[in-house]
């Protein structure tokens, strides 16, 4: 009974220590605020990773839909918060709708692009809309992160771009 006891105390410690919990080892924690490279380009942004928001979204201007080779293709310009601009042409992934608090759902183009976070580069769909109300013109989902990163919403900047 004693050796239960102190075994079951012993399994208590090591679960509130973490010790046993495998499930984020294999995971890298970043800031809410990152800096981040966006392929083709690259690009370097900084970005809002935002664990309430189901997919990424990138300031784009100049969005113009139309048909390339007989399929749906855009063409747009990222602008970056220090006001660096690169066009870009690329196949339409889908067309999202967008649920807007007021009003009626919005849609926009989805392209895919890779992002490196720390070093993991991963390829997304990247929703384009005007971003410039926001002070980060990059805004990463869970689509990209879930399964891969984790997030401590108390810090910020805590690693640069390292993708080969």
């Known amino acids: 009974m004693r050796l239960c006891l102190r075994l079951l105390c012993a399994l208590g410690v090591l ?28 690009i370097k942004i900084e970005a809002k990773l935002d664990t309430g928001a189901d997919n990424t979204s990138i300031h784009a201007t100049n969005i113009k839909i139309g048909t390339k080779g007989g399929k749906q293709s855009v063409s747009f310009d990222v602008v970056t918060k220090t006001n660096v601009v690169q066009h870009f042409e690329k196949p339409v992934v889908r067309i999202a709708r967008i649920k807007q608090h007021s009003g009626k759902p919005q849609e926009r183009p989805v392209v895919s692009f890779e992002i490196c976070l720390g070093s993991i580069k991963r390829s997304v769909d990247v929703s384009l809309v005007d971003r ?25 900047f805590t690693t640069e771009p390292a993708c080969r």
Do not use: C, Q, W
Not at 133 to 153: K, M, N, P, T, W
């Open 15 to 42: 679960i509130t220590l973490g010790v046993t919990d495998n499930a984020h080892a294999d995971k890298t924690t970043f800031g809410y605020l990152e800096r981040v490279m966006v392929y083709p380009g690259p």
């Open 132 to 156: 410039s109300r926001f002070e980060y013109h990059l805004l990463i989902g869970r689509s990209f992160l879930a399964g891969h990163a984790l997030v401590d919403s108390g810090s910020a």
